[in-house]
């Protein structure tokens, strides 16, 4: 019989793990969202041009003819699209850089559009491309970038519902996940991956990597392969992305849950692993034909999983290092800031309904040139909570706030956060912090059980002020600036830079914030990014249907925002279907690269071929600078 949770998105697959009940009290919900409408009324946190958001003036009392007259954008905002192609404004080109299937190296397997490829798909690009970093070694560039999932039915066509019926059809699933580094080059006809380089690798479920930090060595990371519980096989579910400034690339393991199962169904799942929603069966099969994911036979497997993973893409032979320290949850992405006393700070967003933002703060302060290897190994993790007066702490997660020990912290950072009462967010997606003001913005993306269900821990998710409305489809954008100008500060205000909304629908908060007009309108921010010109880049993965609540959306789309005015305008579509994620620039900021996964458009290849998630570059026609 035909398994339907195959077409579930990975936040409705996760929903069927841990079923939870409906709130009853939805009155009251209502009631209290509406007393702390924050927005709305103004949550007059900031200073100068930011508090002009918070009390929704700006717009409003500037047309758009006006607007584009004075503002910062470089084009002409683009409409939107339903179409099957990529769009972006007048005087610049779109081109393709590499596809799921194309050859690393000049050995690789040629693409299928039957099948995608064969076994050895190690040495091709892996599927729906996501987080990504470009780093300059000498005069080359190398682009590191993430794998985040596959689609079953385009792999493995031939069975039912996709699902692998054999363990060498869960290893092309394996090699096909994880992450990809590539050199890449630009030439007369335009950018290329560089075949055989020696910086090409593919790193996927069964890679070696070390384990560090606090967990490192607990019993809860111990396996018969691994009795010390230092060493792991693989990361998976690779979402989105960081970069250090000495030159590492972090990756971050979002929806592990979803790779293990359980061959025994009298397995007792334990409250820990309800509230990862680590359930019986897997998406994918894995624990019929690869006993490492199979919970009766090696229960602690999934614990080695949900971590920052940190690569050196300049070194194709290092070992990955799993930085326990940073928590263990579903990470989105891992912004990297050097606070103005030197310590690292690094964003995270846990992204599931109901979860929390966090900051990890180091212990020592960045040095150039020094060994880096402790810095995202001794340090202090914090949890994020947000008052409706626009203030907002970063709860620290110790021995002491939560009652459990330091490794236990970085393994059940969920339990830990629940624990000290921190805000339950709309699912954070990207954290990205402004290079030329102190202030970092996080996307959240939507959250239709606000007001309606608690998290997976049974944590109340009542309308709050940084999250106000019920059943929110649309999401929202929050941004903090944290005290004396220094993100290691344990106190911050914070506003909301945009509620996404349809004030073609709605006369209420589910119009939107001011800053969202008829040219603007969006669902479901996810990747962001800034540019050196301190620009916001905003790529969305929403509905697409352009009907109902989300008419006049169109396609998934990248905008771009200026925090200063809060102006924000559409500058790319892609082909339907797909979600746009993972954006970086090349060296000279004349090229952009931008992720576009699981279109459902035959892109781009064209009708009767495969779709294929691809990474594409953006230019200017004058090969200007764009970001
Ligand atoms: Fe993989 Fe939350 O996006
Ligand atoms: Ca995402
Ligand atoms: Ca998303
Ligand atoms: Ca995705």
Same mark, same amino acid.
């Given at each position: 019989?035909?398994?339907?949770?195959?077409?579930?998105?990975?936040?409705?697959?996760?929903?069927?793990?841990?079923?939870?009940?409906?709130?009853?009290?939805?009155?009251?919900?209502? /009631?209290?969202?509406?007393?702390?409408?924050?927005?709305?009324? $103004?949550?007059?946190?900031?200073?100068?041009?930011?508090?002009?958001?918070?009390?929704?003036?700006?717009?409003?009392?500037?047309?758009?003819?006006?607007?584009?007259?004075?503002?910062?954008? &470089?084009?002409?905002?683009?409409?939107?699209?339903?179409?099957?192609?990529?769009?972006?404004?007048?005087?610049?080109?779109?081109?393709?850089?590499?596809?799921?299937?194309?050859?690393?190296?000049?050995?690789?397997?040629?693409?299928?559009?039957?099948?995608?490829?064969?076994?050895?798909?190690?040495?091709?690009?892996?599927?729906? !491309?996501?987080?990504?970093?470009?780093?300059?070694?000498?005069?080359?560039?190398?682009?590191?970038?993430?794998?985040?999932?596959?689609?079953?039915?385009?792999?493995?066509?031939?069975?039912?519902?996709?699902?692998?019926?054999?363990?060498?059809?869960?290893?092309?699933?394996?090699?096909?996940?994880?992450?990809?580094?590539?050199?890449?080059?630009?030439?007369?006809?335009?950018?290329?991956?560089?075949?055989?380089?020696?910086?090409?690798?593919?790193?996927?479920?069964?890679?070696?990597?070390?384990?560090?930090?606090?967990?490192?060595?607990?019993?809860?990371?111990?396996?018969?392969?691994?009795?010390?519980?230092?060493?792991?096989?693989?990361?998976?579910?690779?979402?989105?992305?960081?970069?250090?400034?000495?030159?590492?690339?972090?990756?971050?393991?979002?929806?592990?849950?979803?790779?293990?199962?359980?061959?025994?169904?009298?397995?007792?799942?334990?409250? &820990?692993?309800?509230?990862?929603?680590?359930?019986? /069966?897997?998406?994918?099969?894995?624990?019929?034909?690869?006993?490492?994911?199979?919970?009766?036979?090696?229960?602690?497997?999934?614990?080695?999983?949900?971590?920052?993973?940190?690569?050196?893409?300049?070194?194709?032979?290092?070992?990955?290092?799993? *930085?326990?320290?940073?928590?263990?949850?579903?990470?989105? +992405?891992? /912004?990297?800031?050097?606070?103005?006393?030197?310590?690292?700070?690094?964003?995270? $967003?846990?992204?599931?309904?109901?979860?929390?933002?966090?900051?990890?703060?180091?212990?020592?302060?960045?040095?150039?040139?020094?060994?880096?290897?402790?810095?995202?190994?001794?340090?202090?993790?914090?949890? =994020?909570?947000?008052? =409706?007066?626009?203030?907002?702490?970063?709860?620290?997660?110790?021995?002491?706030? !939560?009652?459990?020990? &330091?490794?236990?912290?970085?393994?059940?950072?969920?339990?830990?956060?629940?624990?000290?009462?921190?805000?339950?967010?709309?699912?954070?997606?990207?954290?990205?912090?402004?290079?030329?003001?102190?202030? =970092?913005?996080?996307?959240?993306?939507?959250?239709?059980?606000?007001?309606?269900?608690?998290?997976?821990?049974?944590?109340?998710?009542?309308?709050?002020?940084? +999250?106000?409305?019920?059943?929110?489809?649309?999401?929202?954008?929050?941004?903090?600036?944290?005290?004396?100008?220094?993100?290691?500060?344990?106190?911050?205000?914070?506003?909301?830079?945009?509620?996404?909304?349809?004030?073609?629908?709605?006369?209420?908060?589910?119009?939107?914030?001011?800053?969202?007009? =008829?040219?603007?309108?969006?669902?479901?921010?996810?990747?962001?990014?800034?540019?050196?010109? $301190?620009?916001?880049?905003?790529?969305?993965? $929403?509905?697409?249907?352009?009907?109902?609540?989300?008419?006049?959306?169109?396609?998934?789309?990248?905008?771009?925002?200026?925090?200063?005015?809060?102006?924000?305008?559409?500058?790319?579509?892609?082909?339907?279907?797909?979600?746009?994620?993972?954006?970086?620039?090349?060296?000279? *900021?004349?090229?952009?690269?931008?992720?576009?996964?699981?279109?459902?458009?035959?892109?781009?290849?064209?009708?009767?071929?495969?779709? *294929?998630?691809?990474?594409?570059?953006?230019?200017?026609?004058?090969?200007?600078?764009?970001?």
């Amino acid at each position: 019989m035909a398994d339907k949770r195959v077409d579930l998105s990975w936040d409705d697959w996760d929903e069927l793990q841990s079923a939870r009940p409906d709130e009853n009290d939805f009155d009251r919900v209502v /009631e209290s969202a509406l007393s702390r409408r924050g927005f709305l009324s $103004g949550v007059l946190a900031f200073g100068s041009g930011a508090a002009v958001m918070g009390a929704g003036a700006l717009l409003s009392s500037t047309t758009a003819a006006e607007a584009a007259k004075t503002n910062r954008f &470089a084009f002409k905002p683009i409409g939107v699209a339903t179409d099957a192609t990529v769009h972006v404004p007048e005087g610049y080109t779109w081109d393709i850089l590499t596809r799921w299937g194309d050859p690393l190296f000049s050995d690789a397997p040629e693409f299928d559009h039957a099948t995608g490829g064969d076994i050895k798909s190690d040495r091709i690009f892996g599927e729906n !491309t996501d987080g990504m970093e470009l780093f300059e070694l000498e005069d080359r560039q190398l682009i590191a970038v993430n794998h985040e999932y596959v689609n079953p039915k385009l792999n493995l066509p031939q069975n039912e519902d996709g699902k692998p019926v054999s363990a060498e059809e869960v290893l092309k699933f394996q090699n096909l996940q994880g992450v990809t580094v590539m050199e890449v080059t630009e030439g007369a006809q335009g950018w290329d991956v560089v075949q055989d380089s020696p910086y090409n690798r593919r790193i996927h479920h069964n890679t070696p990597m070390r384990i560090a930090g606090p967990a490192a060595g607990h019993d809860m990371l111990k396996t018969d392969a691994d009795p010390h519980g230092v060493e792991v096989l693989g990361t998976m579910n690779n979402c989105g992305s960081g970069k250090t400034p000495w030159g590492t690339y972090l990756t971050c393991e979002e929806n592990f849950n979803g790779y293990f199962g359980s061959t025994d169904a009298s397995f007792e799942r334990s409250d &820990a692993f309800k509230r990862y929603g680590i359930g019986l /069966e897997s998406r994918y099969d894995y624990e019929k034909f690869d006993a490492r994911y199979d919970l009766s036979k090696n229960p602690n497997e999934p614990n080695r999983f949900g971590y920052i993973v940190e690569i050196d893409p300049t070194d194709p032979n290092s070992t990955p290092v799993k *930085r326990t320290a940073l928590g263990r949850f579903k990470h989105e +992405n891992a /912004e990297v800031v050097i606070a103005k006393d030197g310590r690292v700070v690094v964003y995270l $967003g846990d992204d599931e309904r109901g979860e929390y933002l966090y900051k990890f703060v180091s212990a020592d302060v960045y040095k150039p040139g020094a060994d880096t290897e402790n810095l995202l190994n001794e340090g202090q993790l914090y949890v =994020a909570k947000f008052n =409706a007066d626009g203030s907002g702490t970063w709860i620290a997660l110790t021995p002491a706030t !939560t009652g459990m020990d &330091a490794a236990d912290i970085c393994i059940h950072t969920r339990l830990a956060a629940s624990s000290v009462g921190a805000t339950t967010m709309d699912r954070p997606e990207w954290v990205a912090a402004n290079p030329i003001s102190v202030e =970092a913005y996080c996307a959240l993306t939507n959250n239709k059980n606000r007001g309606k269900k608690p998290n997976a821990g049974g944590d109340d998710t009542s309308a709050n002020a940084v +999250n106000p409305r019920d059943e929110n489809h649309y999401g929202q954008i929050v941004r903090w600036r944290p005290a004396l100008e220094n993100h290691a500060s344990d106190t911050f205000t914070w506003d909301l830079y945009v509620m996404a909304g349809n004030p073609n629908l709605y006369g209420d908060q589910y119009g939107g914030s001011s800053n969202i007009n =008829a040219g603007n309108l969006f669902n479901s921010p996810d990747g962001m990014a800034f540019d050196s010109a $301190g620009l916001l880049w905003i790529q969305t993965d $929403g509905n697409y249907k352009n009907e109902g609540d989300y008419e006049g959306m169109g396609n998934n789309q990248m905008l771009v925002g200026d925090p200063v005015t809060g102006e924000i305008v559409r500058f790319m579509t892609v082909p339907y279907g797909a979600e746009v994620t993972g954006l970086c620039w090349s060296a000279d *900021r004349r090229s952009m690269f931008v992720g576009i996964q699981h279109p459902a458009a035959p892109f781009p290849d064209g009708a009767g071929k495969l779709a *294929r998630s691809a990474v594409v570059v953006v230019k200017r026609e004058d090969n200007g600078i764009l970001g």
